[in-house]
């Protein structure tokens, strides 16, 4: 007796063995090889563009923390200060321009290993506050720890980001011509100084009368900017405040200090900086050895793609790279493949 396979439509093991091979085809190369080397070609020269507009653009970085006039200012510094004792120490640094600056020039500071972008850090401010409306009987829950003092006196303004306002301070003084002409307008964002920040309305002496100035400050908030004859710079409107109150997103950072008053100095600073030798002369009173941190200061020019960085001028040419790499892989893709089809059909 024997059993027979019928091959039917229904039966799997017939039709298994009529089943064709399967290969993946290369259908999108021919279209998208086109657009791989025109990305290229447009990329690469924008970030050859790039890296050449930010190579003209003229800066100066001092690292005055590692200097040896400053460093000896650092000693001992973070321990005064927590005990409320004068932290005045001055040094200078020698500053040399081999060519003139022409046009704008802004001046920064910088920190490193400091962390503003902490959540509790973030978070630990009083938007009331900040935006006028003072009560000096209730204490604001999001500043913690910064929000009163020893003797339950409210802080203005409150919290950590306030408490740790960089308070180091800057003059650059020309040999030949006199002291630079720097200007804080326009430091800060505008969106901060006519929205978000607001100071009390009448006399800010008597309307901060009642609060205590945060615990490591040096002056009162009122008293924040001696150059100014009215409130405009005082307050919750100090162009210093509002500029460290916009937390970095990194813990290497810079932020802008002042600029060039190119219309003051006698007019000798109204075509930039001149060339020759300067001083500059720092109040060093904010202490980075309890955190590792260094401090920089930064003299800089700008132009139309902002300050000096190679970080899209490198990004430009990389991803023009890329897309001239894929461009000719597609295009040895597409050759061997028409040479399998030829060699089929024949």
Known sequence: ??????????????????????????????SAMPLMFLLGVLFIPVGIGLL???????????????????????????????????????CTIDVHLNTKWEGDVFFLYGL??????????????????LYGELNNETVPKSCGEYGTNSVSAVYAPCGAIANSMFTDT???????????????????WPSDRDTNYKN???????????????????????????????DDGNG?????LMVWMRVAAFPTFRKL??????????????????????????????????????????????????????????GYIVVGTVCLVFGFCFLLINMFDHRRKSTRAV
């Open 200 to 230: 009390p309305r009448g006399d800010l002496k008597e309307a901060f009368k009642y609060f205590a100035k945060p615990k490591y400050w040096i002056n009162r908030v009122e008293e924040l900017d001696d150059d100014e004859k009215d």
């Open 236 to 240: 919750f409107l100090n162009n210093d």
């Open 52 to 90: 050449a507009t930010s190579d003209k653009i003229k800066e100066k970085v001092f690292e005055y923390s590692e200097n040896e006039k400053c460093r000896r200012c650092e000693n001992g510094l973070e321990e005064r200060m927590k005990r409320g004792l004068s932290r005045d120490c001055n």
């Open 257 to 314: 200090y002042r600029t060039l008053a190119r219309s003051g100095g006698n007019g000798k600073f109204m075509n930039g900086l001149p060339d020759g030798d300067y001083k500059l002369f720092i109040k060093y009173r904010y202490p980075v050895s309890g955190f590792n941190g260094k401090k920089i200061f930064v003299m800089t020019t700008s132009s139309w793609i902002g300050g000096k960085s190679t970080v899209f001028g490198v």
């Open 1 to 30: 007796m024997s059993t027979k396979i019928l091959c039917h439509d229904t039966c799997f093991e017939c039709r298994n063995q009529h089943l064709k091979g399967c290969r993946t085809a290369s259908t999108r190369a021919t």
């Open 112 to 129: 490193s290993n400091f962390y503003q972008n902490n959540l509790r850090y973030v978070r630990s401010r009083s938007y009331e506050q």
């Open 170 to 188: 800057f003059q650059l003084i020309s040999i030949n011509n006199g002291k630079v002409p720097m200007s804080h307008e326009n430091v800060a």
